[in-house]
Antibody
Framework: QVQLQQWGAGLLKPSETLSLTCGVY????????WRWIRQPPGKGLEWIGE???????NYNPSLKSRVTISVDTSKKQFSLKLSSVTAADTAVYYC???????????????WGKGTTVTVSS | QSALSQPPSASGSPGQSVTISCTGT?????????VSWYQQYPGKVPRLIIY???KRPSGVPDRFSGSKSGNTASLTVSGLQTEDEADYYC???????????FGTGTKVTVL
């Protein structure tokens, strides 16, 4: 049964770069897309973007200029970088497995436990 | 792309049914049968409960059902139980460069 384990810095100062990594355990890595989602305190979910094993990415247009999602297939890991963070980027960040295809039916059926990221001076 | 619109709250007594709407446009909900729903307890990880409008993953009770009409998708919880008290989010494929969009979320209260 697949498990996602995520890690990264939880406290950042404004203008720094957020960096998170998600490791995939117990499942085929190449068969899926892998997604990042975030949830600001008391608010709803927001799609950030996703990547597949070959490095094909899709990004939320509202974040695209600051977001980079990368993959290390040999380690079965994918990572999120968000540059120039502000207080508005404070959120719980989740990684998730995408079943289906981003260009068709797709849904997140396995989630990481989430990482709380706080941006504060 | 804009978030899909959901009512902020919904409620029902145990045993009753509650239906949550998820309204988008012809570019997302209305254009594709690619709506999914997620249940989230406070402080917990979201859980997939419906995909492709009306399909339930293994382990999800059949009290949960989904449907779609035009630009609006709906999640119905029948025979409400206390453990159904949670936040619910819809999500849809939004076409155009493989965009994805979430709903604004609905808090379900079991009275």
């Amino acid at each position: 049964q697949v498990q996602l384990q995520q890690w990264g810095a939880g406290l950042l100062k404004p203008s720094e770069t957020l960096s998170l990594t998600c490791g995939v355990y117990g499942e085929s890595f190449s068969a899926y897309y892998w997604r990042w989602i975030r949830q600001p305190p008391g608010k709803g979910l927001e799609w950030i973007g996703e990547i597949n094993h070959s490095g094909t990415t899709n990004y939320n247009p509202s974040l695209k200029s600051r977001v980079t999602i990368s993959v290390d297939t040999s380690k079965k890991q994918f990572s999120l970088k968000l540059s120039s963070v502000t207080a508005a980027d404070t959120a719980v960040y989740y990684c998730a497995r995408v079943s289906g295809s981003p260009s068709q039916s797709n849904y997140m059926d396995v989630w990481g436990k989430g990482t709380t990221v706080t941006v504060s001076s | 792309q804009s978030a899909l619109s959901q009512p902020p709250s919904a409620s029902g007594s145990p045993g009753q049914s509650v239906t949550i709407s998820c309204t988008g446009t012809s570019s997302d909900v209305g254009g594709y049968a690619y709506v999914s729903w997620y249940q989230q307890y406070p402080g917990k990880v979201p859980r997939l409960i419906i995909y492709e409008v009306n399909k339930r993953p293994s382990g999800v009770p059949d009290r949960f059902s989904g449907s779609k009409s035009g630009n609006t998708a709906s999640l119905t919880v029948s025979g409400l139980q206390t453990e159904d008290e949670a936040d619910y989010y819809c999500s849809s494929y939004a076409g155009n460069n493989n965009l994805q969009v979430f709903g604004t979320g609905t808090k379900v209260t079991v009275l």
